[in-house]
Every structure is written in C-alpha cells, then in structure tokens.
C-alpha cells in the first residue's frame, strides 16, 4: 500500500534550518531531495496556506483569501476571522462553499482516506477538510467523515506550546502511522511559529523551541523509516508554510483611510483594509465605497506600503477581485537584520479584532524575502538523496505530488507533481556541492 505523510513546522525559514539551529533536519537533508526555491502564497498565512495544500490551489481558486477576510452578507462587506472554529461553516452558508475546489481528503477518501493532527489555529486545521470526508483532530473540536466529533476519548487535547507538540506527535505515530496507516497523514506543529509571534527570532527562548520542534521531526522520521523497513512504501514530505520576519513598526491602514477621506470612521463598512500580518487585503463596497483610482493614489503614494496589487493585477499574487476585495498590500520590508542578527524586517498592518502585533517579534503574510522562504524536503520514489533542486516549486505543488505518489489523477489544480519524472526540466545539485 502506497501512503504520504506531510511534516509541517509552522512558520520555519529556510535559512534556519542548519546544524547550528535543527541538526536533525540538516542531517535528514542527506537522505531527501532539498528544494532551494520553495515559496508559499498570498498572504503568507497558516490559514491560507493550509487550504492551497489541502487543494493544491491559489487563493484565487480555493477561495479562502486570507487569515482574515471580508465576507458580503446581507449586501454589506462584514470582516470575518478566519481562524475561528465556526468561520468554514459560516462561509459555506454564506457563499455556497466552504472551499471552492476539492480537498485532498475528498480525493482520497474512497482509497485509504486522510487523518490530519493538527495544533495551529482551528480554521488552518480545518481548512484541510471543511467538508468533514476524513478525519481532522485539533484541540478546538476533532471530526471524523460527515463532520461527526469524535468520541470523547479520542479527542485531541493538548495545548498550543513544545509540550502540546510533543504530545500530539506522539500520538500521530502511534494512532496514524503505526495503527490506522490512511493514504495521507499530515501532522501541523504549532511551533516555531507560536513562539516566533511572541520572542525576538534568534533569541534563546526562540531557538530553544527550534530545537524541541526539531525533535519532533526527527522522531517522525524514524517512525517513517521503521514502517518502510517492513515494507511500506511512504513518500515523506517535510517542510513549513511560510518564514518570518521581525516586525520593526505597526501601521493602521484604517486610521490612515480616514485622514485621506476615504473611509468615515473606523466602524464604517464602505472600504476595509484587513490586516493579515504583514500584508493587507482591500475590500471596497462597489456600490458605497469610494472610486478605486482614488484608492489606488493613496495605497501607491503610502511610504508604508512596499508592493501594490489593484484589481486587475492580484491574479499575479494569486488573487482575484472577487468578493469586494479590490487591493492587495505587502508592507514595506527590507533586510535589516534583528537584534539577534536574523535578517529580514517588515512593517505590520494592524490587526483588528483586538490581536495582538508584537514589535521586535516575528510576523508573516507578506511577499518579504524571508516569509517567503519555507523550506521543503521529499524522501520517497521519484526524488533522489542528498540533491539540492533549484528550479521553482511551490505551496500548490504538494496535494499533486501526494497524489502522483498514490497513482491518482490531480487534474483541476494549480500546482504540479513535484516527483522527478513530472520536473525532467529541473537542475539538482548534491547537497555536498
């Protein structure tokens, strides 16, 4: 029986992964195919992000357009956070659809189904599979097919920290890889990005947590390799969502709406400018907002603003003007290294909802150099060890090569197969080169 298992380490940088910082993933870079130009999505987002690889699509298409987001209910732009337990479901009654495309657990459920454990926010785990055909288990609620919770005693409870990681790893070898053995398993560690968003990078409490994350990579692994030593043909996958940057100030995009005069108070719904990290999302009413050109002079001459993206250029960030959203922003960033000497800071949109934005810490969501840096690594058939591949891959690139590895077709999507024999045009180097 051919089975994918995907390894996520929310919110870790390429450049961090080293002897120095994770020894076990420098190690394990021997055994797997590296890929050196791996980058995420728009915005650089949990949320997000976990919806392009549970669909292998871009915002655009799966429809899950950012952390936060803008919904038209009742004919009025109304801000939604998308991390809430309920806000699939709401959007699904809403809009029509929860995600506009199939899941990986749609696609696999007739052939050995989809177990994900999850310990990021609710909505990023349950944008694996809104529609309830596998199983997700998460600390907010855990669902088996038809969104039916599971029983009491097969809840996940554990807490958003090292500790909480540990246990649900734990867990996911033993009830996933060693027992149930689905076609897909997927495990989402909270951390490093928990405590990324609440120390300096680079700081002590920062790499000690790498460290513990690290760990638990390495005991995936070896689980991993005991089920394929008896046998098994596992394609793993590890790797992270997106990087981080240090936040060096906080902008609020709405004060700055109504000094322009283009937005009349703060609770006023005819433009939203809704913070996701280091990025904003623009939703303008058509019919009560103000002209878009207008607001296109005050995004273009705002020194705080690094990229803008306006109605017919956000299919260039996998975008699209649907659903009010009329702009796309990516903050100013630069590469001014932190206190610690990691590289890489970003203004930060602030957040509504009364979220905290933590100055000196780690942000994302943006198109910086560095949150736009996971990493990837793929051990299994059709990838070679201890290469180094240099052409493009990306976010979207995971759901068809999970299902290229178990022989099932993955037309519909943005993203490609990422097994050697679909990318016969990439170049690769040893990782010793």
Known sequence: MKRVVIIILDGLRRDLVSPATTPHLAGFAAQAEWFEDYRTVFPSCTRVVSASVATGCTPARHGLQGNSVALIEAGRLVLRDAGDPQFLQHKRRVTGSSLQVPTLAERVKTVGGQIVFSNVSPGAAYAHDPDGHGFVYHRAGSFGPGRIEVAAGDRLDVTLDSRGD???????????????????????LGEPDHIQHNAPLGSPDHLAVLAEADRRAAEVIAAVERQRDQGEDILLLIGSDHGHQTVEDIVDIDAALITAGLKANHASDEILAISNGTSALIYVDSQRGPPLQNVR?????????????????LDRVGQAHTGGLAFAVSMRSSDVPNRFGIRGSSLAAKPA???????????????????????????????????????????????????????????GMDGEALQQAAALRSETRAMTA
């Open 297 to 313: 002079s005050f995004l273009e001459r705002s020194d705080w603003a690094g990229q803008v993206f306006g109605p017919d250029e």
């Open 166 to 188: 540990a246990s649900m790893t734990a867990r996911f070898i033993d009830d996933v890889l060693v027992r149930r053995r689905p076609a897909v398993g997927v495990l989402w």
């Open 353 to 411: 909802l009364g979220k905290p934005d933590r100055l000196g810490c780690g942000q994302h969501g943006g198109l910086g150099t560095y949150e736009q840096a996971p990493f990837l690594m793929a051990w299994g058939k059709g990838f070679r060890p201890g290469q180094i591949r240099t052409s493009p891959a990306r976010v979207t690139d995971i759901a068809p090569t999970v299902l290229s590895h178990l022989g099932l077709a993955c037309t």
